[in-house]
Antibody, heavy 119, light 107 residues
Framework: QVQLVQSGAEVKKPGASVMLSCKTS????????MDWVRQAPGQRLEWMGT????????SYAQKFQGRVTMTRDTSTRTHYLEMTSLKFEDTAVYYC????????????WGQGTQVTVSS | DIQMTQSPSSLSASVGDRVTISCQAS??????LNWYQQKPGRAPKLLIY???NLETGVPSRFSGSGSGTDFTFTISGLQPEDVATYYC??????????FGQGTQLDI
């Protein structure tokens, strides 16, 4: 069955960088895009961007352009999200999510990774 | 960007009640709308896609309707396990994909 297993919680200082991972199994890796969605405390879900697992092409929400990089390693079936210049307001749970029925319809989700930005 | 507005922000209902949540898009999004359920500490779960299609394995008491800018999510016969926050989300050819602010449902 499809599984998305995310890396563990991170605590970072403002200005630092963080790299999160999402290890996948149970499907043809290169066939599907992977999206990243985050949720700050008490806030709505927020789409960050997407990566084509086959070709590696990416599309980021304008809010995150220049500060976020999505990559993938086809040999380990793992997706990565790197965020630089962390701010307090980047404190959130970050999810990887995979569509089934079409882009933007996410049937599979990772368990989430808590990122805390604190001085 | 398309803005999604849900109402109400919270509601309380009794077991067996019919519950309705509304979602309004700032622009016409045809039927490019999904509904998710999120329980505390858990990832969202897809319930309804393309405005009215029930995701596989989701109980039939959940339903969705609407098109254009106005959408409705309904639970017909509320169950205790339905306590959660519900989000609408638009998706179309051009990201960003945006979510409503959520509706917290209590019993």
């Amino acid at each position: 069955q499809v599984q998305l297993v995310q890396s563990g919680a991170e605590v970072k200082k403002p200005g630092a960088s963080v790299m999160l991972s999402c290890k996948t199994s149970g499907y043809m890796f290169a066939t599907y895009y992977m999206d990243w969605v985050r949720q700050a405390p008490g806030q709505r879900l927020e789409w960050m961007g997407t990566i084509n697992a086959g070709g590696g092409g990416t599309s980021y929400a304008q809010k995150f352009q220049g500060r976020v990089t999505m990559t993938r390693d086809t040999s380990t079936r793992t997706h990565y999200l790197e965020m630089t210049s962390l701010k307090f307001e980047d404190t959130a749970v970050y999810y990887c999510a995979r569509a089934v029925r079409g882009l933007g319809i996410w049937s599979y989700w990772g368990q989430g990774t808590q990122v805390t930005v604190s001085s | 960007d398309i803005q999604m507005t849900q109402s109400p922000s919270s509601l309380s209902a009794s077991v067996g009640d019919r519950v309705t949540i509304s979602c309004q898009a700032s622009h016409d999004i045809s039927n490019y709308l999904n509904w998710y359920q999120q329980k505390p500490g858990r990832a969202p779960k897809l319930l309804i896609y393309d405005a009215s299609n029930l995701e596989t394995g989701v109980p039939s008491r959940f339903s969705g309707s609407g098109s254009g800018t106005d959408f409705t999510f309904t639970i017909s016969g509320l169950q205790p396990e339905d306590v959660a926050t519900y989000y609408c989300q638009h998706f179309d050819n051009l990201p960003p994909y945006t979510f409503g602010q959520g509706t917290q449902l209590d019993i």
